[in-house]
């Protein structure tokens, strides 16, 4: 198509990124830049966002390679939050396992673990209030978790059943309590983003006290909604903290098809005028740190956080893929930043306020603790398996008041139910 | 659960698309079909390109696009970021500088945030530039319900672009047609909005959920050319000729339409529409003149459906030849249910009653 005047010029040519490793490679993660714990400094929080912008660049670390907690961000946490957060992770951990399994037995339609990155929302959930509103994506389970949800309550929502409080409408893992200041989850991505700052920026014009919080995945931040919630926050000041959670693949995509190639997700920040941190997702130290200072920022009136949590998804995106098919399956072991939970249960350990006895006591509780929790929630039915709801409530909810259309349409489902011959013929 | 398709389980067509060979035709499911119609208009055209999430190397969550990219290289196949504004805009462009883009939505249910760069900008660019520019791009969806999805992998929304002036919409329901529909839709100098009926990827699906799923080698739609070959955009099908009753369908209610119809032992005559825009009018002016009846069947929500547009059409052309109110078939207006799935979905005994019901003073 070059033009004949343009002849003399060199042709273009287009860049399409590559990860460094695809099925069967050998993983060498290398070049992944991982700067000592304890290095990056902190700011006080009534600082301008423009005069540390290199934290965006780097990693916020507090455990070093042998467990310690060093440096300005260590948030010197009381042995006895320490073991509540290892806890609150391991028990989100036996919940993925056995909820995923759950789904593989064919006992409900879909499921997502968040295996690897337990420290990104637990630790993010012990620094906020309780009453702090979670905009969350559907892989921060651990916020429900580290608030002491129900996990019955949980597994009712993932089988549609009837002690289901969301009536069997949404999909599995799309969870939604007020109670627990968890906003209902959207199974379309990075529409929480400004929806967290629009709840922000309410409880700020209401003269209130309390923040938002929302996360996306990496994947998620090329989504328009993203760059609108950075726009606004930044405008407003909202009192919110705005997080990456940099997992390095969005399904079968890796980072580098948003952007990763030429700069951390953590400077978005700087481009809006709002503060930006870098942090290794799987120190719960350092997670808490960060999430700490911006709640911090957020609570005097010094505006937003964006906060790209640095991890890695140990498992499939879904129940839905088989991530063999497009990654080395040795990334995982060779991740520099290793498992968030060993790292937290090392350094309670070496503060001798734990040990190896008491990790697998714990663990074989936990395991049990879950499974009683799913025959619990079994005993209120599983998906596919009997009506769960009364047919009728298909058509609840759907506004306030149901128009005539609507009580029509429930009269006919109603009839096509009797003139079906079976009671609940299309179960 | 039991035989139908999990939610989003796509590792069950997790092979890469193999046809069988018998001459020059093979057997093809539908996923196969549309890849095969890529394949063969890359080959054929340099200017074709394809794009989307997770397109690229691993070939598409449902594995459409397996294989193409080690094919026609990385600049010719590939992964984009997640932002469907980005995907449709960047289609556009490319469609402005002379390429043919067929960019994938991953589900159509994510189409909406590339609702502006469609309705605003894609549809008008024609109009508005007095044909200087044009935007020939074929937007991929698989779209419908079926497969216990949830509200964000089961939605219906054909009637929000053909509500728009200046895009063409076009639903498959075999696999030979989805071939022959794409391969026009990729030539077509328009933008095509291409929604692929997921639930009868693997094979047609006659509704009966708690039956085992059927493949499509029983089937005649599933005999696909290995070559080259288009169906006309705004060419309908009828594909099964019938005096009593005139049923208007497209995608999985085709097949959903026959079982019952067939079950019934109704003398039904059922037209898949295959193009909603532009329709084929004359084929379903044709057949209601001479059943009298019309009955209109779709997934979708009722309520400014296309149904609606349908029922329009034929009462202002057919009126003196209706021997019966017109039917419209369709899901509930409501969001997409999860566990009430099958209560919601247009299924055999929604249909049979509105059969019923239309043949009723026959
Ligand atoms: C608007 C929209 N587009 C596409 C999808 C399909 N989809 C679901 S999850 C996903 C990948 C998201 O990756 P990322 O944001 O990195 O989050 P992660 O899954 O890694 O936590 C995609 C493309 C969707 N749910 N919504
Ligand atoms: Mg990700």
Redesign the pocket.
Known sequence: MASETRANLKPLSLHVPEPKFRPGDEVDFADVEVPPAGAARRPDTADRADSFTELAYTLVRVLDDDGKAVGPWDPKLSPEVLRRMLRAMALTRAYDERMFRAQRQGKTSFYMKCTGEEAVAVAAAFALDRDDMCFP???QQGLLIARDWDLVDMMNQVYSNKGDRLEGKQLPIMYSTKEGSFFSIS????TQYPQAVGWAMASASKGDTRIAATW??????A?GDFHSACTFASVYRAPVILNV?N?Q???S?FSGF?GAEATTFAARAIGYGIAGLRVDGNDALAVYAATQWAAERARTNQGATLIEHFTY?AEG?STSDDPSQYRSAQEYGAWPLGDPIVRLKQHLIGLREWDEERQAAMDKELAEKVRAAQKEAEKNGILGHGLHQPLDTLFEGVYEEMPWHLREQQRQMLAEEQASGRPWARK | MGTQMTELDTDQERVAPTPEREGDTVRMNMIQAINSAMDVMMARDPDVIVMG??VGFFGGVFRATAGLQKKYGKTRVFDTP?T?TGIIGVAIGMGAYGLRPVPEI??AD?IY?GLDQLVSEAARLRYRSAGEFTAPLTVRSPFGGGIFGGQ?HSQSPEGIFTHVSGLKTVVPATPYDAKGLLIAAIEDNDPVIFFEPKRIYNGPFDGHWDKPAKNWSGHPGGEVPTGYYRIPLGKANIVRAGEALTILAYGTMVHVCRAVVEEAGVDAEIIDLRTLLPLDIDTIEESVRKTGRCMIVHEATKTSGFGAELSALVQERCFYSLEAPIERVTGFDTPYPHSLEWAYFPGPVRIGEAIKKIMKDA
């Open positions: 994506s559907y892989r199974g379309n991505l990075a996306c995945g990496e994947g998620s931040t989504e959670v997992n693949w969005a399904i995509s948003a998804r995106h | 999430e997770d997640i469907e991953q589900f994510y945030p964000t």
